[in-house]
């Protein structure tokens, strides 16, 4: 039971447009929502993330949505760039202590063309 | 600045060894995790550490254990390594629980 879903496994934009990921979530308990980035042969990196008690958190080129009432988030960068070529894992999370559930998707494959 | 280190980076087991990953992070983080990166399948998470002292599972323990030597380190011990046990290892710390962590470069291992 896939309670984070990253239904797009990849997606191709031309540098200098707009690239959208999207996620999907099940669990209504999720509070707190990250995205990571990765490169080949690398750990995964923190980009961004948002609470539940917001719907837009920006950060430069980037910015995440939160639309709880479809359980939805997405990453938008703009403008994409050749460097943003990377896997994208979405994570959710319920909080801490004993409950504590860090949940990634499956992540999504962005490339970007000069 | 250093971050969190995995040793090491690549391993070949046969089957029924054992061998023990390390992973010691220098940011004074309360909480330490170990993931594993399947193709297809994400990270899950195989076990982690809220605080020193403390070890909980998470959704892909059978097989493992952990130790959580001090506030630094996180070993993550395969007893009888199995094939299915080959992937990518990635270790991880955060300053609390569910706030965003910081991931090693990764292990990866493969099992023979």
């Known amino acids: 039971d896939q309670q984070v879903k990253q239904n797009s496994p990849s997606l191709s934009v031309q540098e200098g447009r707009i690239s959208i990921l999207n996620c999907d979530y099940t669990?209504?308990?999720?509070?707190?929502f990250l995205w990571y980035k990765k490169y080949p042969a690398e750990g995964p990196t923190f980009l961004i993330s948002?609470?539940?008690?917001?719907d837009k958190n920006e950060d430069g080129r980037f910015t995440v949505f939160l639309n709880k009432s479809a359980k939805h988030l997405s990453l938008h960068i703009v403008p994409s760039q050749p460097g943003d070529s990377a896997v994208y894992f979405c994570?959710?999370?319920?909080?801490?202590?004993?409950?504590?559930?860090?949940?990634f998707g499956k992540g999504t494959l962005l490339t970007v063309n000069p | 600045n250093a971050g969190v280190t995995q040793t090491p980076k690549f391993q070949v087991l046969k089957t029924g060894q054992s061998m023990t990953l390390q992973c010691a992070q220098d940011?004074?983080?309360?909480?330490m995790y170990w993931y594993r990166q399947d193709p297809g399948m994400g990270l899950r998470l195989i076990y982690y550490?809220?605080?020193?002292?403390?070890?909980d599972k998470g959704e892909v323990p059978n097989g493992y254990n952990v130790s959580r030597l001090n506030k630094r380190e996180f070993s993550l011990r395969l007893e009888s390594a199995a094939p299915s046990q080959t992937s990518v290892y990635f270790c991880?710390?955060?300053?609390?629980?569910?706030?965003?962590?910081?991931f090693g470069q990764g292990t990866r291992l493969t099992v023979v």
């Open positions: 991880a710390s955060s300053v609390l629980l569910s706030t965003e962590a910081f």
């Open positions: 669990n209504s308990m999720f509070d707190y």
């Open positions: 948002i609470s539940s008690i917001k």
């Open positions: 994570a959710a999370s319920e909080g801490g202590g004993s409950n504590y559930k860090l949940t």
């Open positions: 940011m004074n983080h309360n909480s």
């Open positions: 550490s809220a605080s020193e002292g403390t070890t």
